[in-house]
């Protein structure tokens, strides 16, 4: 479901590659005309306007799921869960996450192994919500980087001092990652009960 004036058209073409390589089954729908239509009816807000994009993919999804009794398989790797850089209720929302415990790092290396194709997995990774839209430039750090931060503070459970002395890599870098982590731990969770108690 990409945007076309967005998507870059060797995205779309890899995936369709990979899913015709692999015999499946797929319905191709740009959903430009219909983010379009939403502009008609809301205020203006850019980042906004582009996370509703991920929304609306995850709309279709549900749609397909709930009319073929099926569950939504969702992409977030462990790299891009622990710092929240998904959209909630956008390309966050699924049934089954079955790629979660990996990081991004290690994502890349199970695909050489499974045979993926080099010009896929040396592409830089991208939500494409806006054109030209690249994470790592977004945020500021490689997945590399970022994978080392997040396997030393949440997998060894390093201060940040002693993770940027491991990593090699400066204290602001480090306590950055560390804020993203905390600052999303609401798109990690279910919704918080309201009880009122007497």
């Known amino acids: ?16 590659k990979i899913v015709d390589s692999l015999s499946l089954e797929y319905k191709l729908i740009d959903i430009g005309f219909i983010h379009k239509e ?3 009816y809301l205020e203006p807000s850019p980042l906004a306007y582009a996370n509703l994009g991920a929304r609306i993919r995850a709309n279709m999804l549900y749609y397909y799921a709930n009319a073929r009794n ?3 398989l969702g992409s ?15 390309d966050g929302a699924s049934d089954l996450l079955p790629i979660v415990s990996l990081y991004k790092s290690q994502i890349r290396e199970l695909a050489r192994n499974l045979g993926i194709p080099t010009n896929i ?3 830089p990774s991208g939500p494409h919500l806006w054109e030209g839209h690249i994470a790592e430039s977004e945020l500021g750090l490689t997945y590399d980087e970022i994978d ?3 396997h030393c503070m949440i997998d060894k ?12 890599i400066p204290i602001s870098e480090v306590d950055k990652i560390y804020r993203m982590h905390r600052k999303s731990e609401h798109k990690r969770t279910m919704a918080t009960s309201c009880i009122l108690e007497d």
């Open 148 to 150: 080392s931060i997040l």
């Open 76 to 90: 977030s790797d462990r790299s891009e869960f622990l710092i929240g850089y998904f959209t909630k209720f956008g």
């Open 121 to 123: 997995i040396s592409k």
């Open 38 to 40: 939403y502009s008609n």
């Open 70 to 72: 099926c569950l939504v």
């Open 1 to 16: 479901m990409p945007n076309s004036k967005i998507t870059p058209k060797g995205e779309t073409e890899d995936a369709i």
């Open 157 to 168: 459970n390093f201060s940040l001092d002693e993770t940027s002395k491991k990593t090699e």
